[in-house]
């Protein structure tokens, strides 16, 4: 039977660990929409009117700018995730497993998270029609150049709220740093980012941040589906931030590392989202050059002993 006590400096030192993993990896979609604290079950969102100032006549009504604004009621979830590690009594003399512990479950929540908004934002451009299609190719100059003018149709660059991002996948990444235009690119500094990632890279490109996100969907006929979107076009709301825990469980006669948070995610305006089809085509690769070349396979002249 496993040692039920765990001393209060283990569990105080899980959590410090805990909130530092999801400070520095606290997702990536989550700290690129707008977001909202609740104590309901529900929260609604409303999105922001365009256009200009106007005239007004003494006594009239102030012109409003969101008149046809339509709310956005997101649903909180329960979402939980933990570890159970029989051999806690041990590590709990081994404070370098901290780390260990803390991301998994941490990270679990954060990936939850991020799907939520994903999914989101991927059922209501299906849903509306904001989907560029993948024509067999991957990313390309005119898929670009389509996503840009989508959105300046319907005013999102000219609207001054918000930052515009693309989550592409790796081998989306690849494709479009192929494109000549883009041999000049703005990279973005990792102070710049709106999240931590040590490693990740992104650059400004046609009123855009590009960034990599390997979570997004793969068909089954290795299509996969990149997501851009404005910042204050998508909502996040949650009653209950990630909390983390460890205890020890009488009925499994484990310790257990949990972590949980109550949330949901959803499109305030669907003007402001987009979907783009592309076939995750791997760069071929170049056959690997003969170790012994013969430089005169049919044995002529200077091929033979004694030449």
Not at 60 to 76: E, F, G, H, M, S
Not at 84 to 104: C, G, H, N, R
Not at 170 to 179: A, N, Q, T
Request: charged share 30%; aromatic share 10%.
């Amino acid at each position: 039977m496993a040692d039920s006590t765990i001393p209060n400096s283990f569990k105080v030192a899980f959590d410090d660990q805990c909130k530092l993993v999801y400070q520095d990896r606290g997702g990536r979609l989550r700290q690129c929409v707008r977001s909202k604290q609740t104590d309901a079950t529900e929260v609604t969102f409303y999105r922001l009117g365009k256009g200009e100032a106007k005239d007004k006549e003494r006594g009239a009504k102030v012109p409003r700018l969101n008149l046809d604004r339509i709310p956005t009621k997101v649903k909180l979830k329960k979402k939980y995730a933990s570890e159970a590690i029989d051999d806690l009594d041990t590590k709990v003399q081994a404070y370098d497993e901290l780390p260990k512990i803390a991301e998994s479950v941490v990270m679990a929540c954060t990936r939850a998270q991020d799907n939520m908004i994903k999914e989101a934002i991927e059922t209501k451009a299906i849903e509306v029609g904001n989907v560029i299609p993948h024509n067999d190719t991957g990313w390309t100059l005119a898929k670009v150049k389509k996503l840009h003018r989508q959105f300046g149709r319907n005013h999102i660059f000219d609207s001054g709220t918000g930052r515009n991002f693309v989550f592409t996948t790796s081998v989306g990444f690849e494709d479009l740093l192929d494109i000549p235009q883009l041999s000049n690119v703005d990279w973005i500094g990792q102070g710049e980012m709106p999240f931590r990632m040590s490693g990740l890279r992104g650059f400004r490109w046609y009123g855009f941040e590009w960034y990599t996100w390997d979570a997004l969907n793969i068909d089954d006929d290795e299509i996969s589906y990149s997501l851009a979107f404005n910042s204050e076009c998508v909502a996040f709301a949650y009653a209950a931030d990630l909390s983390t825990k460890i205890y020890y469980d009488e009925n499994t006669d484990e310790h257990v590392a949990k972590a949980k948070f109550y949330a949901g995610a959803g499109v305030i305006d669907e003007m402001g989202i987009m979907v783009i089809q592309n076939v995750e085509t791997e760069p071929e690769t170049e056959p690997d050059p003969d170790p012994n070349p013969n430089p005169n396979p049919e044995g002529g002249a200077g091929s033979g002993p004694g030449t």
